[in-house]
């Protein structure tokens, strides 16, 4: 059989089950006398290993092997976990990684023959520890299923029918269901699993004592199982029934294109429609641009991705980093149910790496350092994840040092970044400053960060995905950036704007409301013209003299657009608005000079070019 | 028959200058096409154009080579690739496309009023001089890294 078509599938599942194993040695780590996690990590390394096996990546199987070894014998708990054992754990599951990851593409890396003598020395040496109560445990535990083995249930299960190696999928679960018992009348027999027409359904009669929650949580632990009923009497108990298959994300990528694409030409057609006054055309278009709109959501819905799944890597990575630093980092992860497109989350990951690494290096200080200050020795980093509005707010926190504004202005105006005379560094002027190419305050280069790479990146990703940020920093006391990235990178909703006879697009996201420019309501905020709107005192933009240098018309009564960002807030006056318009952000190769206020870059619907107002730079 | 020591290029004229830029990096020529400009960045820059659905930075050719435009030029993209990006160069008329022996252009960088670090070498066609551009240097100061 070939299943090297099957790689990729290999790949994700084999990162998802590794992605569980680091959370559950964290878990294990923080708790060594917990007992939930060997079984869930034995599972989960059982599966990599057979699915190595089935695929033939025999470097795989071999370390998931000797690693699931050691596990077994942790398993039956006769030598505490201990650090260096945990420490073993993650080296193993870390060089799992890489040979997953290696086989793929057809690139195992070496056998770490030091790492399979530690793995086995470990596992030797519990066992020789423990070699009779071992055995033990074993006997116990099959003679004592076997004894209790009173309960005879018939048992259906349903392969998932996007479950690869079915057959070796089929014979891994009746060998778990052995392990609780006696299993009698298989149908198909075990022969047939591998047959071409096995569609992945299979019966037995299991005799055990295990309950049908411990039952179902065996099987299910196969992998792979779509349903197991247990069915008396011919009353069905289906437990667990998932109507889910997996899709690449190729797919649905290629989907949301065409359904941008498709937004462009609704919009077109409504254009066309409304010009020529014909009903039946005016209705289809209607028509159309409703089961568009379904369509859209229907997709960008498909897309929709917990954050979980990017933040999940980074407890360890903080471990990690921890360890390197000599420091304790209590690292926390909130909100990783709220939902964000897919194509943002894979541009997020990085970003917030880089200001996890800066966190962990240069905001919280050394146990001693932080006892000094008066600080609980255990520094702590929160990364919180929130809807706001149309975005998703992303919020790391540290209550770390904090930066020294002083030290950093000095510096600051050491390099020209700001004027010489600069008294203070507010929060914005902080991440302009941060945000400069090759700017570092760090005294010496650590391995972490402080290459004076970083922050820039940092800004020019997120804002290269709409997104804005933020920092808010208090000496001694921590660091706080917060990233909003929008829900869906590919359609967005949009305020069409005028000026100078060009139109703008500016993202609906960021738009409070939209009023009259009064020039009686007009006045001074730190030497800046001001609007006053409902008692609230605006920063004015005007987009003629922005985007032109033409000087402000300020014409009374000219349509003025108030932006908001987090609390900050600005008032874009400007000659006319146009309505509102999905737009698709269309990429494109930026010129050098570029300004900040130019956030990208679409089509109209009379097929025209048109730049996006990035309402960050605005704010 | 082609071979390693034919030169294929694209003739257009921009200006007074007839120019060429390699067939190698010429992915397609196109009609003049309306451009949306870019506020803030060097005058060179065109703008956006749509080329069936996607965005193209064009630049414009003239202005790159300091040569005036002619009223009777129709103006078309020259559609080009360079660094795997894709940009349009605006010219004022496309005018041949050309296979020349390699031997037949000479290396030569002192044409007036042109910079000679633009030239990549001086051919003949038709009795008339063209200049091979140099599309990367060109480009270079415009399109940043």
């Known amino acids: 059989m070939d299943v090297s078509k099957y790689a990729a599938l290999f790949l994700t599942e084999s990162r998802e089950h590794l992605s569980v194993c680091n959370q559950l040695l964290l878990e294990w780590e923080r708790e060594p006398s917990a007992t939930r996690q060997v079984g869930g990590l034995f599972r989960a390394i059982h599966t990599i290993k057979g699915m190595g096996a089935t695929m033939g990546y025999t470097g795989v199987a071999d370390l998931a092997h000797r690693l699931e070894n050691l596990l077994d014998a942790l398993r039956q708990r006769t030598v505490p976990p201990g650090p260096a054992v945990f420490q073993l754990l993650f080296r193993s599951v870390d060089a799992l990684s890489a040979s997953v990851e290696g086989a793929v593409v057809g690139a195992e890396p070496p056998s770490d023959l030091k790492l399979a003598e530690d793995l086995a020395t470990a596992a030797a040496g519990i066992e020789a520890a423990a070699r009779g109560g071992t055995s033990a445990v074993r006997a116990r535990r099959n003679g004592g299923m076997a004894a209790e083995a009173g309960r005879v249930r018939p048992v259906q299960v349903a392969l998932r029918r996007d479950a690869l190696m079915r057959g070796a999928r089929a014979a891994l679960v009746v060998q778990r269901a052995e392990s609780l018992g006696i299993v009698s009348a298989l149908r198909p027999p075990l022969a047939r699993f591998d047959s071409h027409d096995f569609d992945g359904r299979f019966s037995f009669r299991l005799a055990s004592g295990a309950s049908d929650e411990q039952v179902l949580d065996t099987l299910k632990g196969a992998g792979d199982v779509d349903a197991v009923r247990f069915e008396e009497d011919g009353v069905a108990a289906t437990v667990g029934h998932s109507r889910q298959i997996r899709v690449d994300l190729g797919r649905l990528d290629a989907l949301m294109k065409q359904v941008g694409e498709l937004v462009v030409a609704k919009n077109r057609l409504g254009v066309i429609a409304s010009a020529a006054s014909d009903p039946a055309l005016s209705e289809v278009s209607d028509r159309i641009a409703r089961l568009v709109s379904g369509m859209q959501g229907e997709v960008i819905a498909a897309r929709m991705t917990p954050v979980g799944e990017v933040l999940e890597r980074f407890p360890r990575l903080v471990r990690d980093l921890a360890r390197d630093l000599d420091k304790r980092i209590r690292f926390d992860v909130e909100g990783d149910e709220i939902e964000l497109d897919r194509s943002i989350l894979d541009e997020i990951g990085q970003p917030l790496l880089h200001l996890i690494r800066n966190a962990a290096d240069h905001g919280i200080e050394t146990p001693m350092q932080r006892a000094a200050a008066g600080k609980p020795e255990e520094g702590r980093i929160l990364l919180s994840a929130s809807r706001e509005r149309n975005y998703v707010a992303l919020r790391l926190s540290d209550d770390g040092r904090g930066v020294d504004r002083e030290a950093i202005l000095a510096k600051a105006r050491r390099e020209g970044v700001v004027e010489p005379g600069a008294a203070a560094l507010s929060d914005d002027l902080l991440l302009r400053v941060l945000a400069r190419p090759g700017f570092s305050t760090a005294e010496a280069v650590s391995g972490v960060s402080g290459r004076g790479v970083g922050v820039d990146v940092v800004v020019t990703r997120v804002r290269a995905l709409g997104g804005t940020i933020e920092v808010r920093s208090e000496l001694g006391r921590g660091t706080t950036f917060t990233i909003r990235v929008p829900l869906t990178l590919a359609i967005v909703r949009a305020l069409l704007a005028s000026a100078a006879g060009e139109r703008y697009a500016v993202p609906l996201a960021y738009v409070a409301e939209t009023v009259e420019f009064d020039p009686r309501s007009v006045t001074v905020l730190r030497d800046r013209e001001a609007l006053l709107v409902r008692d609230q005192v605006i920063p004015t933009v005007h987009l003629r003299e922005l985007v032109r240098n033409q000087p402000r018309p300020a014409p009374p009564r000219a349509p003025t657009v108030i932006l908001e960002i987090g609390d900050r807030r600005a008032a874009l006056v400007v000659d006319a608005l146009m309505g509102q318009q999905d737009i698709v952000v269309e990429p494109f190769d930026a010129p050098r000079g570029l300004p900040p206020f130019v956030g990208g870059a679409t089509i109209l619907a009379d097929g025209s070019p048109a730049l996006i107002l990035d309402a960050a730079a605005l704010v | ?145």
Do not use: W
């Not at chain 2, 990006?85 to 004022?92: F, I, K, N």
């Open chain 2, 1 to 145: 028959m082609a071979n390693s020591k034919t030169l294929h290029a694209v003739i257009f004229r921009i200006g007074a200058l007839i120019c060429a830029a390699p067939a190698g990096i010429v992915r397609e020529i196109l009609p003049r096409l309306p451009a949306t400009r870019i506020p803030g960045v060097a005058e060179a820059i065109e703008g956006l154009v749509n080329v069936r659905g996607t965005l193209l930075t064009v630049l414009d050719g003239h202005v790159l080579l300091q040569q005036a435009r002619r009223a009777e030029d129709e103006g078309a993209i020259v559609l080009v690739e360079v660094g795997g990006r894709r940009y349009g160069l605006g010219v004022g008329q496309v005018l041949d496309f050309l296979e020349v022996p390699e031997q037949s252009v000479a290396e030569r960088a002192d044409l007036p009023g042109v910079d000679p670090r633009l030239v990549r070498a001086v051919g003949l066609r038709d009795d008339q001089h063209f200049i091979l551009l140099d599309i990367n240097r060109l480009f270079e100061p415009i399109i940043g890294a």
